[in-house]
């Protein structure tokens, strides 16, 4: 039996990167009858809202709500009080989940003592400095013990990006 997800995703001035975002969401194989994504914008003056104007057009399962103060914190809590899923899961406009990331956290969350769950973060360069920083931020040179960012094995960490949460 599925429950609810509310994925949130804190946005402003996204307009090169929000597609891919929400098309790894879309391609979840978690139902999309118990989805909501919450888009919420810091009021961005590119072109993200008129990207995101396509996507509410067509899965009434995606919403746009404003966030006039701008920041992620703001965002979230805007996001939260908006959302009506069993879990919550955070995302960055920046991010592409594997088709089975939502699944596999709500699976994760019935199924162990842990107040918060989540996946790695595999970080991806676009040009050659680019690539230089991410195997910066995926090597415990650049980050130290963060287990989530050096592929680190399932378990108890101290924490995880694009965290699921019960409500």
């Not at 979840?28 to 590119?46: A, F, H, N, R």
């Amino acid at each position: 039996m599925s429950k609810k997800v509310s994925i949130i995703i804190p946005i402003r001035n996204e307009e090169n990167y929000i597609k891919q975002c929400i098309e790894s969401v879309l391609e979840q194989d978690y139902p999309k009858k118990d989805m909501e994504i919450l888009l919420v914008d810091g009021m961005s003056t590119d072109k993200t809202r008129e990207i995101l104007k396509y996507y509410i057009t067509q899965y009434d399962f995606i919403q746009l709500i404003d966030n006039v103060n701008i920041t992620t914190p703001f965002a979230m809590n805007i996001g939260i009080e908006n959302s009506t899923g069993a879990y919550i899961i955070r995302s960055d406009a920046h991010s592409v989940f594997p088709p089975n990331y939502v699944r596999k956290c709500v699976e994760t969350l019935d199924t162990i003592d842990a107040d918060v769950v989540g996946g790695l973060a595999i970080t991806k360069g676009r040009n050659k400095f680019g690539k230089v920083v991410a195997k910066l931020l995926s090597s415990p040179f650049g980050v130290g013990n963060s287990k989530f960012r050096t592929y680190g094995k399932s378990g108890y960490v101290d924490t995880v990006p694009f965290g699921a949460f019960r409500r």
